[in-house]
């Protein structure tokens, strides 16, 4: 079973709209990460959290909010959705940050902003 | 800052042949940093496909390798005999090698295996 799940799978709203992507880990892990990727960039952070009620700023964090509710549940919201914020959409979780320590990925989020 | 360049956006190879995706990085600010490739199937989220945490190592998995190279800033990924089945995203990415949170991934190849 998926041990990071995504939802919804893929998103369409208007510019202005107010959009939330759902994350939902098993893994038991502390820390969870939302992600954006574009074409030509690597995948970029825009929020981070280290455990329920935590939240850190990522590296593209401009138009983003986000709530980890529970150890479990990492939200991303958008409230007044642009056209630059077309792109997938990434979260992951993992063990405290060590050496080499691995991410888990979810399927992805694809929200198209018209 | 820190980067991971990945120059081909697709490559395309023969089912059978091999594969080399290069890799390159820039650790300005990570003294030692970790190497990892990661691996995107269609429909499905990033895994790991392997990592090197010490420079001169080679790490392997599912008959890809790779080489830290601390010279050259490398860690290209090779294949000896690629399948239809390998047809993904690769991604190379960089962490910390103290332990910081922060993965710096590069802007991925597609792999097409053609049969």
């Known amino acids: 079973e998926a041990a990071v799940t995504q939802s919804p799978r893929n998103k369409v709203t208007v510019t202005g709209g107010n959009v939330t992507l759902s994350c939902r880990q098993t893994n038991s892990h502390n820390y969870m990460y939302w992600y954006r990727q574009d074409t030509g960039h690597g995948l970029r952070l825009i929020h981070y959290?280290?455990?329920?009620?935590?939240?850190q700023i990522g590296d593209v964090p401009d138009g983003y909010k986000a709530t980890r509710t529970t150890q479990e549940d990492f939200f991303l919201l958008l409230e007044l959705a642009s056209p630059s914020q077309t792109s997938l959409y990434f979260c992951?979780?993992?063990?405290?940050?060590?050496?080499?320590?691995?991410?888990?990925f979810g399927p992805g989020t694809r929200l198209t902003v018209l | 800052g820190d980067s991971v360049t990945q120059t081909e956006g697709q490559v395309t190879v023969s089912e059978s042949k091999s594969l080399i995706i290069n890799c390159t990085y820039s650790a300005t600010s990570i003294g030692y940093p970790n190497l990892f490739w990661y691996v995107r199937y269609p429909g499905e989220g990033l895994q790991l496909l392997l990592k090197?945490?010490?420079?001169?190592q080679k790490g392997s998995s599912r008959g890809f390798e790779a080489t830290y190279n601390k010279e050259a800033t490398s860690f290209h990924l090779q294949k000896a005999s690629v399948q239809e089945s390998d047809s993904a995203v690769y991604y190379c990415?960089?962490?910390?090698?103290?332990?910081?949170?922060?993965?710096?991934f590069g802007s991925g190849t597609r792999l097409l295996v053609s049969p």
């Open positions: 990415a960089l962490s910390e090698g103290t332990g910081g949170y922060k993965v710096v």
């Open positions: 992951a979780s993992s063990d405290a940050p060590g050496q080499g320590a691995e991410q888990f």
């Open positions: 959290s280290y455990g329920a009620g935590n939240l």
């Open positions: 090197v945490i010490t420079a001169g």
